[in-house]
């Protein structure tokens, strides 16, 4: 009787990952001659890039981030949007999501707990602080833990850039300064990694969840539900009964049925935002159905997606007069939350250090390769992902 062969865990490549993400950080930032990027760019230069990491749809941060930490879908890990949905009021919550336990898929911190593998987490969305060893916002007091315990595994979230982006503009001297703040804070994190002597045993993998695009105006698609006759509202404007409601992610949004199952009212709001879509410079760039919803694993909940035209984001908003409306810098210059396939929504990837090659250029990868390739780097293997190991930029290692 032959003998059934077992397959062997794979060999770990690195001893230790250290994982950036800078919210807004694109490849075009590295061509600029108006930012200083030394500590960003030396390590680009001697590693490995990725022109092009496509994010998930909507292309927000929470979404992204679970995505990264999971290598899952947000239909699949449930974090679909940045903010929640209020059912009662049928519009966006002010709550976001953050709660460790609305993660519904192995995240790589419980894969390297299990493994017995130390890990440390800076301003990372949905730690559980059982599940790593240490876990704090304050990336000083994080660093002088990590020279004394030399993690395995850390996780760090900047996203000073996003916010500056979406207050001042792309391109904006505040964009530009925290931009440049980070790279400063790159060769921190670099410096406590050399005293903690773990240098030579480092990968540094740097990702940007999503991009950003300007904003000129917004469209307020619940205002076109109400005087559809899907939305009542009261004397102050706010909702007090809805059929079909608006859940906006900025860039897009996706259409609610109260009642899910009312196929015909989901029809004719779709007939309704397609003769919109027609109009010329219209607010929505494509609406996006059910059926494809399931394909690129977003919000299974929504009965289709519109998505806003370039210029355009969309909004919740219905207590204002007008469907349309310029922005003035009053709601934001820039925005994210639109299909990642969009150019602007196109983040940056770069790897660096132990088991990295040098000089390497790949043209594209997603957001669910990079707990995948976290997992290679160590000798782990996830549970489940949608993504797959980015293997053209790891340099492999034969078993003696």
Not at 299 to 327: H, L, N, Q, Y
Request: hydrophobic share 35%.
């Amino acid at each position: 009787m032959r003998e059934k062969k077992v397959q062997e865990k794979p060999l770990p490549l690195t001893s230790c990952v250290v994982l950036i993400s800078i919210d807004g950080l694109r490849n075009e930032d590295f061509n600029n001659p108006r930012l200083n990027l030394p500590n960003l760019k030396s390590r680009r230069d001697r590693g490995s890039y990725v022109l092009n990491i496509e994010s998930v749809y909507p292309s927000l941060s929470l979404p992204a981030h679970a995505t990264i930490a999971t290598g899952m879908f947000p239909s699949d890990h449930g974090i679909i949007s940045d903010w929640k949905f209020d059912e009662k009021t049928g519009t966006r919550s002010e709550e976001f999501f953050g709660d460790p336990g609305e993660i519904k898929a192995e995240t790589i911190w419980q894969t390297t707990k299990r493994a017995g593998i130390k890990t440390a987490a800076i301003n990372f969305p949905f730690i559980n602080p059982a599940e790593v060893d240490y876990a704090s916002p304050d990336l000083n007091k994080a660093l002088a833990w990590v020279e004394k315990n030399r993690p395995q595994l850390i996780l760090i979230r900047f996203d000073d850039l996003g916010n500056s982006i979406q207050r001042a503009g792309i391109g904006s001297t505040a964009a530009y300064s925290s931009l440049e703040k980070i790279d400063a804070a790159v060769k921190t994190i670099s410096d406590s990694i050399e005293r903690a002597g773990l240098t030579d045993e480092t990968s540094f993998l740097i990702v940007s969840s999503h991009g950003y695009a300007k904003v000129e105006q917004e469209f307020r698609p619940n205002i076109v539900l109400a005087k559809k006759g899907f939305i009542t509202t009261g004397d102050k404007g706010m909702i007090t009964n809805w059929i079909a409601s608006v859940y906006s992610s900025s860039g897009s949004a996706a259409i609610y049925l109260k009642d899910a199952r009312n196929e015909e009212a989901a029809k004719q709001i779709e007939n309704i935002f397609e003769e919109i879509h027609k109009q010329e410079s219209s607010p929505i760039w494509r609406i996006i159905s059910k059926k494809d919803i399931a394909k690129i694993g977003a919000d299974p909940r929504a009965s289709f997606f519109i998505e806003a035209a370039p210029g355009f984001s969309i909004s919740d908003g219905i207590t204002e007069k007008k469907i349309t409306e310029k922005v003035n810098g009053k709601t934001g210059q820039a925005t994210s939350g639109y299909s990642p396939s969009r150019s602007e929504m196109r983040g940056a990837f770069i790897a660096a250090g132990k088991g990295i090659k040098s000089k390497t250029q790949i043209e594209y990868a997603r957001l669910t390769d990079i707990a995948p390739t976290i997992a290679r780097l160590l000798g782990l293997e996830l549970k489940a992902s949608r993504g797959h190991t980015i293997s053209e930029i790891l340099i492999p290692q034969n078993r003696k």
